[in-house]
């Protein structure tokens, strides 16, 4: 009998293909979601579900609201992000705290990113964390700031470091933190910084995504391994 579920966001095609290519020890099979892209298996006794949500944070927080809707016990997000402070190209981090960074209710007096009577800076789950850690490693943590768009000019860069103190800027990270928070799922994202997030980004992820994404699932297969386990 399985005593776990474990639901799997990713967004990009290019991230969601290598980590199959990882994972076909363990036979995935298709699962309907959408007509998006998607499988589960089974690790040990944990049933596992991974859904190519597509780019976004509607996307994403859909698909980690299905995942909430069949029974997930945790909730796992993988893939590139851009570094804004603290981190190189190539690094892997486990973000601690996410945000929404155009969430932006400041012209009627709130603070960038605040929701009115609602939590808006969401915390990784420390248990999952720590599994995380034993299986990679030491790495860096830091804030993960999600929007709708993608970072790609220094001015951009420094106001979401100065703002929000962010590490990394993605697109889907608190929008499945937000999802888990209201359901209590616990959530882990791991992240792989691309680029700069300057003007040279679009090029460094489009690189990074195509030649190392397969050292991004190996590494996210291990940490969902230990999960498991």
Do not use: W
Not at 123 to 148: F, M, P, R, Y
Request: aromatic letters at 10%; proline letters at 3%; one cysteine or more.
């Amino acid at each position: 009998m399985k005593n776990k579920k474990i639901g799997i966001v990713v967004a990009d095609y290019d991230e969601y293909t290598p980590f199959l290519e990882s994972a076909k020890v363990y036979n995935p099979q298709s699962y309907n979601y959408f007509n998006r892209l998607a499988v589960q298996f089974d690790i040990e006794n944990t049933g596992v579900v991974c859904i190519n949500c597509g780019i976004g944070k509607v996307n994403a927080a859909t698909a980690a609201t299905h995942l909430a809707d069949i029974g997930c016990t945790y909730i796992l997000n993988f893939g590139l992000s851009g570094g804004i402070s603290g981190v190189h190209r190539g690094e892997i981090v486990l973000p601690d705290k996410f945000l929404e960074h155009d969430f932006d209710l400041t012209g009627i007096g709130y603070k960038p990113c605040e929701k009115p009577s609602q939590k808006y800076i969401y915390e990784v789950d420390n248990k999952l964390l720590e599994k995380a850690q034993s299986a990679i490693g030491e790495c860096v943590h830091g804030t993960a700031v999600c929007g709708d768009r993608f970072i790609c000019n220094k001015n951009d860069s420094n106001f979401l470091r100065k703002t929000f103190g962010a590490t990394t800027c993605d697109m889907e990270t608190a929008a499945i933190a937000s999802v888990c928070d209201m359901a209590d799922i616990p959530y882990l994202s791991l992240r792989r910084v691309s680029d700069d997030a300057g003007e040279d980004a679009y090029a460094n992820y489009s690189e990074m995504n195509t030649g190392d994404g397969q050292t991004l699932s190996e590494v996210f297969l291990k940490v969902l391994e230990a999960i498991c386990d």
